[in-house]
């Protein structure tokens, strides 16, 4: 379909009926589907083929229907859809699915969660909902239904159908006419699903196999060239390996429990889930670039998907698009499901923690399918959120934590010397003595500072160094992160010639507030021209513009939305890169035409923050912040100038009350020094202000001193901080009995690791926000051991030592080696670290977990906050 208008002829129900049709047309084992339709329901029955050759059974049960916003789904509503099914004598032998594009109101989100519990075997919750003993014959019913939510889907599902559809063209997708036969058959196969689920005669419902597959002109079979194990793989092997990657300067990689950095070389070591994360900027989809090429060199698959392309339920259609965009032609999904399968493979999924919650949530659903046989490709998630990434991936398995390191000094200099077109500027040797070289370096030098100078640890981000730098060597000053992105959209608009910058900023800064409301920052092109119109409207309104095509222009000549391919025609529109969005939403926020959303998460931790660079926000605003999202405000007290008034105790007590999971609210007392600096003291006296005479003893309790230009938010942070190192204080202990056999020696680390466990649950109660709990606890990860303990080595300057190599689990498995052979690399066999088991043990369990803990907390605010 194309247009805005083209699509106002679908409906949700029939746009996934299309789906549904299209999975029967290329399943030999089915026979064909049953529809019944009215005008916002649309019941599908899929049925199996008999051994006659006729339909057989009902193999699963469909429900669509529309609910849309403002209104949600609730219990009872939705017991009532399911029981309805479960009266069915079908519902014994098949499966049952209600989809809705309408929100579950939180007993919906009960309820759908009891029918997955139900699925995994745990009938508790469901019985409980239904008021009926566990052993009662309905929730084993019950526990092949489930619910979906799949809000405002109707134009990607639609443009999935055609994508299917065009991949399977007899004629070939890359024919001419590829497209419009696509169009044609899709809207056909649509006319016929409506018709029949509109006549009386269950009979004349049925809509067999055949007829779907004459509809679609026929189901073309995969050539050899189109086979992953065959010609498909070494074809995307050879164009992977094409791709000219020599500017990039390669980011490095850590991990939490290993000192040294590893190369793209040392991800092959890594054998199950990884999870890759770093704020935006980082380098994590280079590293996916680079890994990639570097894969294809020895002849590896390394296959990189976009988040931002999935649809509900077809994780294959996501992993057969990436290949096709690589190879240059559309694939049908048969092919997702070939490299999923493929032991040897490795399928990168970039952007997880950006794509909305419930499409994160129906991810998650698949993912858990393909890693429970253990028996496919590897799988490695990339995002901004290493907490949320991680939340894709069952809570069950372990994954491997990995994280793109802020550039050194080395790196820098590399990456100024790129820019700038000289010579690198390092210091210790390799460069000639002459006087061109010494130029070279000094001009890489002050560049760089200036940089440093404004833009503090952010300066270690690749991508805002690039930026940052480039506006250095066209002469352009800046003050801090949000005047970087100013001025290089501004550099950009003048490259493309566009006279008013300003309606284009402010009309993409509308629609990505709309994105970022709704978890994401990209759009389907349909998707795109709806916003792209609201969004004309709305300036008209305000009279930024008189028309709505200034917007069209100012933004189709500006350069700052591109197509990123998700197959050969689902080209989804992004921003050049995706962190403009957060800036232009920012922008629309502190500029007051868009308000921020009522409700935040952590996807949106950067549009807060540059939005609060713009405009520091007032208390409200920092207290809706506090209580969402606490960790983003160590960032945002940065910005925060505000002069201590009468109410500053009260803010200040408030935002801290925010950030502790104290069951007691805690006051804070506030006076003013000598100098007149004002000074906080938490939890001795009443919330408030009080004489300097009448302060209480500095160390009486955590106590902060205000400086010159800091305002409230900047001190409530300073008491949390210090609050937290408090709490996060362990005594050590002196150093156990050092064991004698390796036997002996994985007994003592067992205990340790069940006693850091325990330690590390109370510790976290202790500090962790009560809006964050569970963000920790996921960036935090396993408190517990797998490991390996070896035979005792030798050193000339130290004692024998008993060697280990383990990684973080859940589970806690440490055993002595089977011989005596010597430990072997640190990401052998599946381990992460290594170290010796005289070192874990010398420091107490409950100083282990609170060192997890911190380090998690640094994570998630700034570097050496803690």
Known sequence: MSGVDAVRGFNYQHCHALLVALDVAVGDTMAG???????????????????????????RGVQVKSRQYPYTWAQAALLKVVRRWAALSSSSTSEFEFRTDGELGPTGVAVRDALDAARGGDLTQIAALLGVPVGDPL?????????????????????SAEQEVRARLVIGPGHPDADRQAEDRVNELFTLISTRSGLSEPDDRFISRQEIVDVLGGVSQLTAADRWAEGLGAEYVAAAVGEDLASLIVPKLRTDSRDSSLTIADLAGFKGPVVLSGRTGSGKSTLGRLWCAEAAA????????????????????????????????????VVGQQVLGDLDATIVIDGVSEIPAHARAELAKELQVHLSGGHGARLVLMGRDESVCASALPASMTADRLYPESFGHEQRLELTANVLGVAPGEESGGAAEDGGHESDRQECRVALGQVEHALGDAAGNPMLLRMALQLVAGGTAFTDRASVYKLTVARMA???????IRIATAALGIVFSELLDDGRRYANPLEWARLFNGAGEKLKAVGVVETADEVREAIERSGLVTAVTTGESGRVRVPVH??????????????????????????????????????????IQSLAVAHQLPFTMVRLSEFDHTAFGDDAPEIVAALLNAFLPDAAAVNVTMW?????????????????????????????????????????????????????????????????????SREEGAAQLADHAEQTVSAGQVILLEVAPPSAVDRLSRTVGPFGM??????????????????????????????????????????????????DVESHLSTSPEKTAAKQISDAIIKLTRPHWL
């Open 494 to 500: 003048e490259r493309q010639n566009v006279a008013d």
């Open 139 to 159: 929730c084993a019913v019950m526990a092949r239904a489930s619910v979906v939510s799949e809000p405002g889907s109707v134009e990607a599902l639609l443009l």
């Open 672 to 740: 003013r020094g000598k100098d007149g600096r004002a000074v906080a003291q938490v939890g001795t006296l009443a919330t408030g202000w009080v004489e300097t005479a009448d302060a209480p003893a500095f160390y009486a309790s955590p106590t902060a001193v205000a400086e010159p230009a800091d305002g409230p938010v900047t001190m409530a942070v300073r008491l949390w901080r210090l609050v937290l190192k408090q709490r996060l204080r362990r005594d050590a202990r002196l150093r156990p009995r050092a064991p004698k």
């Open 298 to 333: 020895t002849g590896g698959r390394v296959v990189v998907c976009q988040a931002e392309g999935y649809v509900l339920e077809r994780l294959d259609r996501l992993v057969a698009d990436a290949v096709g965009d690589r190879v240059g032609r559309a694939l049908p999904r």
């Open 33 to 59: 589907i049953r529809v019944e339709g009215t005008d916002d329901v649309l019941d599908l029955e899929v049925h199996a083929a008999s051994p006659s050759g006729g339909a057989g059974v009902v193999v």
């Open 578 to 619: 995706d962190s403009f969005a957060d800036y232009f939403a920012a922008r629309a926020h502190a500029d007051g035409l868009v308000a921020l959303p009522t409700t935040l998460v952590e996807n949106d931790e950067n549009r807060v923050l540059l939005s609060a660079q713009m405009t520091m926000f007032d208390t």
């Open 786 to 835: 797998t490991g390996v303990v070896y035979q005792r080595q030798s050193s000339g300057v130290r004692l024998d030592y008993w060697p280990v190599r383990f990684r973080r689990t859940v589970d806690i498995d440490v055993s002595p080696s089977p011989n005596d052979q010597p430990p072997s690399d640190v990401t052998a066999d599946g381990f992460t670290a290594g170290g």
